[in-house]
């Protein structure tokens, strides 16, 4: 499980590839907002290097939807905590 870990660089590429605009700025921004989980951090690697789990990325997809469809941040905040961590289906339906 460990190894499947992103790092925040990993992260912001996978986006990209994805052809989600995430700046690693705006990224940071949806982390103190509340929208992306924690980050977690590696045993034995600089703790200043953040790593998340794959499915970040859907996360991304969700609030990058979820704003082209029009809604605010705050709404967008009220979707996903509405819908729970592990239903990101419940997202995609609301949208």
């Known amino acids: 499980m460990e190894s499947e870990l992103l790092s925040l660089e990993e992260v912001l590429q996978q986006a990209e590839q994805l052809g989600l605009e995430v700046s690693e700025r705006t990224f940071r921004y949806y982390a103190v907002l509340g929208l992306l989980p924690r980050p977690l951090k590696r ?4 703790a200043r290097v ?10 991304l997809s969700q609030i990058r939807n979820l704003q082209a469809q029009g809604h ?21 339906a609301l949208a």
């Open 72 to 92: 605010s941040l705050k709404q967008v905040k009220k979707h996903l905590e509405a819908a729970g961590q592990s239903k990101p289906a419940l997202v995609r």
């Open 50 to 59: 953040h790593y998340y789990q794959p499915d970040i990325l859907d996360r």
């Open 43 to 46: 045993p034995n690697t600089d």
